[in-house]
């Protein structure tokens, strides 16, 4: 892809400019391309700055502690950490199109299913781990399970997005996943996955990819098959991303 991942040795970019925003992140890093998703759907512009994350520059610690990606850098020395902390900022600081409902009760259930969410996020690292073929049909039923609220909650509105008739904060902190759902699909066709369950979220995935926010992040199924393929077996080289 020709994307450049820092690393160790690489100099650290001089700090951002005021009133100018840096996102730290990792072109395949699912909690990266959240904060990319709520940038995009501000239309904000941002300087972007990859990071190898198997062999990390040497100061990437004092931007942040835990070494991870995503890292809003929002100029002042100001830095912002954990996706959906860096989302919130940013829905704050730039605030149309609001990605939050007027509706407080709906706000409240979609934080709920945030949650439920980030429950199933260690579920779904089974199937990037170096078992995951044996792991697959067990995940694949605990994720059918875990995404039953999600099919519920678009029942009870009838809306096309979980925001309503635009993509909102949910849409975007879950799409991520749903992008790379369909990789995994596409590498194990034997598991046979429970589709018809869920037409509300089938439809919801369509049309989330009609956005011109996951447009602009989106990427093939090839390309993300072939970076789980190399993370699984251990043989993933940024340098050659
Ligand atoms: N809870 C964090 C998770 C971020 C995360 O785990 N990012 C991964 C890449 S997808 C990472 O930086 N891994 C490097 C590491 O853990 O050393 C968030 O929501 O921002």
Request: glycine share 6%.
């Amino acid at each position: 892809m020709g994307v450049k991942f820092l690393k160790k040795g690489d100099p650290q970019p001089p700090p951002v400019e005021a009133g100018k925003l840096r996102l730290y992140s990792m072109l395949y890093c699912p909690f990266a391309q959240r904060a990319r998703l709520v940038l995009a759907a501000k239309g904000v512009p941002f300087e972007m700055v990859d990071i190898n994350l198997k062999n990390k520059p040497e100061w990437y610690s004092a931007v942040h502690p835990e070494t991870k990606v995503p890292a809003l850098e929002v100029g002042g020395g100001e830095v912002v950490v954990e996706s959906l902390d860096v989302s919130d900022y940013l829905d704050r600081k730039f605030p149309e199109p609001p990605l939050w409902s007027v509706d407080q009760e709906k706000n409240l259930r979609h934080k709920q299913l945030l949650q439920t969410f980030g429950k199933m996020i260690p579920i779904y690292m089974k199937l990037l781990g170096p078992n995951a073929s044996q792991a697959v049909e067990d995940v694949v039923y605990s994720i059918a399970a875990g995404i039953q609220p999600f099919e519920n909650e678009l029942a009870k509105t009838g809306s096309k997005y979980f925001g309503g008739a635009r993509p909102g904060m949910l849409d975007y902190m879950i799409w991520p996943w749903a992008e790379r759902m369909e990789a995994l699909r596409a590498m194990h066709p034997d598991v046979k996955l429970p589709l018809q369950d869920f037409p509300r979220l089938m439809a919801w995935g369509a049309a989330m990819k009609q956005d011109p926010a996951v447009r602009a992040s989106i990427m093939s199924v090839e390309a993300h098959a072939a970076f789980i393929m190399k993370y699984r077996d251990g043989s993933l080289d940024y340098d050659k991303l």
